[in-house]
T-cell receptor, first 112, second 115 residues
């Protein structure tokens, strides 16, 4: 079956620190992979995506590379800001329909 | 384009009651999915509707049901509410062009509290 496992939080970093949030997946077929972000009191917003192996998704300084050999899609950012404080969700979309599978979310707090 | 809207934003109900939540997708989107978000279980998929038909279903009891109208608006209903149904219910819509992936756009959610 399909599932996503992501790094447990919460994560607390100082401003300008390097961020990595680990995400691994199990899937049948060839899924697409996503990172969503949820700011307090809001719904989820798409942060970046990758649709095939070796694709790199990037947005707002965040990056993640679709690694089929390690079934991973780790999120990275070189220098976090206070405004990056949010909950980050890794997700996969099966290629058989419109069903998404989400990880449990990782809460990130960035302190000045 | 207006985003996904959900109404109401907040609801308080008591055990045993039933509740109906509404979701209006982005114009032109035909797929609507519903999720339950709780601190303990994270985001759990409830069901997905496409062109008024339930296309995918998660692992929730029959007390949770939904429907989609011809204008793609969707409602979900929870009957005989239990304390454990307290959660943020998120709706997401997508265009579903038939490609292997379809980006989902989320609404702000309905916060349901069951007392």
């Amino acid at each position: 079956g399909n599932s996503v496992t992501q790094m447990e939080g919460p994560v607390t970093l100082s401003e300008e620190a390097f961020l990595t949030i680990n995400c691994t997946y199990t899937a049948t077929g060839y899924p697409s992979l996503f990172w969503y972000v949820q700011y307090p009191g809001e719904g989820l917003q798409l942060l970046l995506k990758a649709t095939k192996a070796d694709d790199k998704g990037s947005n707002k300084g965040f990056e993640a590379t679709y690694r089929k050999e390690t079934t991973s899609f780790h999120l990275e950012k070189g220098s976090v800001q206070v405004s990056d404080s949010a909950v980050y969700f890794c997700a996969l979309s099966s290629n058989t329909g419109n069903q998404f599978y989400f990880g449990t979310g990782t809460s990130l707090t960035v302190i000045p | 384009k207006a985003g996904v809207t959900q109404t109401p934003r907040y609801l308080i109900k008591t055990r045993g009651q039933q509740v109906t939540l509404s979701c209006s997708p982005i114009s032109g989107h035909r797929s609507v999915s519903w999720y339950q978000q709780t601190p303990g279980q994270g985001l759990q998929f409830l069901f997905e509707y496409f062109s008024e038909t339930q296309r995918n279903k998660g692992n929730f009891p029959g007390r949770f049901s939904g429907r989609q109208f011809s204008n793609s608006r969707s409602e979900m209903n929870v009957s005989t509410l239990e304390l454990g149904d307290s959660a943020l219910y998120l709706c997401a819509s997508s265009f579903d062009s038939g490609r292997s992936y379809n980006e989902q756009f989320f609404g702000p959610g309905t916060r349901l509290t069951v007392l």
